[in-house]
């Protein structure tokens, strides 16, 4: 099972917005509507941002939103601030397998 | 509140094997898959393996399948994964996370480092 694809990094300033890609096949984020994505600070545990492609677990601002089109998805930040400089991992149901992205530095500038 | 803290890692040798366990509490343990999940230094996340409620069913990522075992203990609420014939490339943390076709909680991690 081949690993999500996802850029190494992205940058945004204070209060712009971000979107980061997240591409897959059929077998995993175009067949299942099971996107998960998670934050993960350094020398931290990962935490759910988003579920389901588009679901937000109770205490996750609502700038944080995800999508899906055919086999990518995506994490949107709107209004960054600074304490969403982090490492961002997709991930996808795929049958008896989960699969996980590259993950993704977000710098804010 | 839940939690979820591993134990069990540390520095084995090549070949050698290794016992990770994940007690839980703040939820009731028997009604949920549970994972590992395994980050290499630097490097992103991967998934290792998943275990539904009762234990019955259990998955595998291609890498570790033969030589990683996960198991459960409902009666004490805790995760375990039998790790042997580790090798380099198994060096990483280890998380238990809470599965629902999504991780909602994670423990804080146990390092194994694989070394010769």
């Known amino acids: 099972q081949s690993a999500l694809t996802q850029p190494r990094s992205v940058s945004g300033s204070l209060g712009q917005s971000v979107t980061i890609s997240c591409i897959g096949t059929?077998?995993?984020?175009?067949?299942?509507?099971?996107v998960s994505w998670y934050q993960q600070h350094p020398g931290k545990a990962p935490k759910l941002m988003i579920y389901d492609v588009t679901k937000r677990p109770s205490g996750v601002p609502d700038r944080f939103s995800g999508s899906k089109s055919g086999n990518t998805a995506s994490l949107t930040i709107s209004g960054l601030q600074a304490e969403d400089e982090a490492d961002y991992h997709c991930c996808s149901y795929a049958g008896t397998l989960v699969v996980f992205g590259g993950g993704t530095k977000l710098a804010v500038l | 509140d839940v939690q979820l803290v591993e134990s069990g890692g540390g520095l084995v040798q090549t070949g050698g094997s290794l016992r990770l366990s994940c007690a839980a509490s703040g939820f009731i343990f028997s009604n949920y898959a549970m994972s590992w999940v395994r980050q290499a230094p630097g490097k992103g996340l991967e998934w290792v393996s998943s275990?539904?409620?009762?234990?019955?069913?259990?998955y595998y990522a291609d890498s570790v399948k033969g030589r990683f075992t996960i198991s459960r203990d409902n009666s004490k609420n805790t995760l375990f994964l039998q790790m042997n014939n580790l090798r380099a490339e198994d060096t990483a943390i280890y998380y238990c996370a809470k599965y629902m076709v999504y991780f909602d909680y994670w423990g804080q991690g146990a390092l194994v480092t694989v070394s010769s």
């Open positions: 059929t077998s995993d984020v175009g067949g299942y509507n099971y």
């Open positions: 275990i539904g409620g009762s234990g019955g069913t259990t």
